[in-house]
């Protein structure tokens, strides 16, 4: 699990406030879960033979004896508050969370044990209409992060339960035959898990599925109309997307559309983004039916990516670094230096303390990356005045502080 200091910290909020914006502009509206939930809930919605059921989860006993876990994904957590709160009883929701999910997995660039996803889920709407908008929410992110030109979309349907079901006895029934020429890990989840057979990795077992019974045989017609009326409105929005038949997912919840956001720029952790339909979960919860489909997206891949396509920005914690000259006068200057934020609010102040020469405040402020500092002297300071250096040209001059304040939102809105 990773530290993650100020400097990166700041490089997070660049992209995490890009993607939070996008999502207020499509009036999701923001919840906030408990990080620990009864271990049930994971079992029952993600899948008890799932990996994450099975190897991921971070479960322990509390007081009471009763297995809770720290959540390895937001989905589940997010339909059981909306069911517990009455919210989606007759009402459709759109709404967002974000925030630490938890799993025991290989560490690796890409894959922590502890990361951060940003998940939108939209509820009681089944039609595709709800699939497409989510889809463009996903689009609309990577183009207001710029990205948009590295990441693909790829799409696919697993139809409804009873669809799959019966092509899963199929494919299991062909598989079985061919068993011998499989990876020994298509060889477990014959039994436990078949369909993420699929997005195996391994080229034998790619061999294999290439003849494998097609679930376009068995798609049953809501779910195939479904599908079709998807793309056409991903056609008319203009999203090119490539369907990909192999495409499942590692949760049990999904049927109908699944997609996923998959970049080349990230080697084997290319997938940014993943989601679908999930209309059985709020039943398996012990819910009503309702509609649900949803996506989330992984911070830290969505970061990389970011900093893969445009850099790593230079970011600095302090505009205005306020230097004093005169101990005595700390107590006035902070009243001032509050002025001058309350002035120019987009800027960020940091006031020296702790005393010491000039000299070596100045060299504080170059250190912390500050763009200007601002002495603080006793004649200034009864004559209502400051003097501002440019710590990049190293001019400076004395100004009133109604200047400076001109000046600093001035520049403030230049550079922001
Ligand atoms: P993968 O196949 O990469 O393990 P997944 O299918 O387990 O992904 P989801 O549960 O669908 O992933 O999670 C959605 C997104 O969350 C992923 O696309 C990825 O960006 C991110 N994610 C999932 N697990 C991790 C992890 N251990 N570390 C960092 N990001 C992750
Ligand atoms: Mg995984």
Redesign the pocket.
């Known amino acids: 699990m990773r530290d993650v200091l100020p400097e990166e910290a700041r490089r997070w909020r660049i992209v995490e406030d890009a993607i939070v914006d996008v999502l207020e502009r499509f009036a999701y509206e923001e919840v906030r879960l408990p990080l620990l939930e009864a271990t049930d809930l994971f079992s029952r919605s993600i899948g008890a033979a799932t990996d ?1 059921v099975e190897k991921e989860m971070f479960s322990l006993t509390d007081r009471d004896g009763d297995s809770i876990s720290l959540r390895p ?1 937001g989905t589940a957590s997010c339909m059981r508050a909306l069911l517990e709160h009455g919210l989606l009883h007759n009402q459709s929701q759109r709404v967002f969370y974000r925030g630490p ?1 938890f ?1 025991y ?1 290989r560490p690796q660039l ?4 502890q ?1 951060h ?1 940003i998940g939108a889920e939209a509820f009681g709407m089944a039609g595709p209409d709800v699939d497409a908008e989510l889809i463009q929410l996903g689009a609309e992110i990577w183009r207001a992060l710029g990205i948009d030109g590295e990441i693909r979309l790829e799409i696919n349907t697993l139809g409804s339960a009873v669809a799959r079901a019966a092509w899963r006895d199929r494919l299991v029934g062909y598989l079985r035959r061919r068993s011998a020429e499989l990876d020994a890990d298509s060889v477990q989840r014959l039994n436990r898990n078949p369909l993420r057979i699929l997005d195996s990795k391994s080229s034998a077992t790619r061999s294999v599925l290439a003849d494998a019974p097609k679930f376009s045989d068995y798609i049953d017609e809501a779910s195939a109309r479904h599908f079709a009326e998807l793309k056409q409105m991903l056609d008319a929005l203009g999203i090119a997307y490539v369907e990909n038949p192999l495409l499942v ?3 049990d919840y999904y049927g109908k559309t699944v997609f ?1 956001w998959i970049t080349q720029r990230l080697g084997a ?1 290319g ?5 679908g339909r999930y209309d059985g979960l709020a039943e398996v919860l012990g819910g009503k039916a309702v509609a649900g489909a949803g996506f ?3 911070l ?2 969505t970061l990389l990516l970011h900093e893969a396509v445009h850099g790593v920005p230079q970011t600095s914690p302090v505009d205005v670094y306020c230097c004093i000259l005169q101990p005595e006068q700390q107590g006035f200057a902070l009243a001032r230096v509050q002025q001058l934020r309350d002035g120019a609010s987009s800027l960020r102040f940091r006031v020296h303390v702790g005393g010491g020469k000039l000299g070596n405040q100045l060299k504080r402020a170059d250190r912390c990356g500050a763009r200007w500092a601002l002495l603080f002297g006793d004649d200034e300071l009864r004559e209502n005045r400051v003097a501002l250096k440019d710590l990049a040209t190293g001019a400076q001059e004395t100004l009133s502080f109604a200047a400076v304040i001109e000046r600093l939102r001035g520049c403030g809105e230049q550079c922001t």
């Open positions: 994450i994904e999910m799993r997995e890409g894959r922590h044990r990361f996803q997912r590692g949760l996923e952790q997938t940014v983004c993943a989601g989330a997206l992984g830290e891949r």
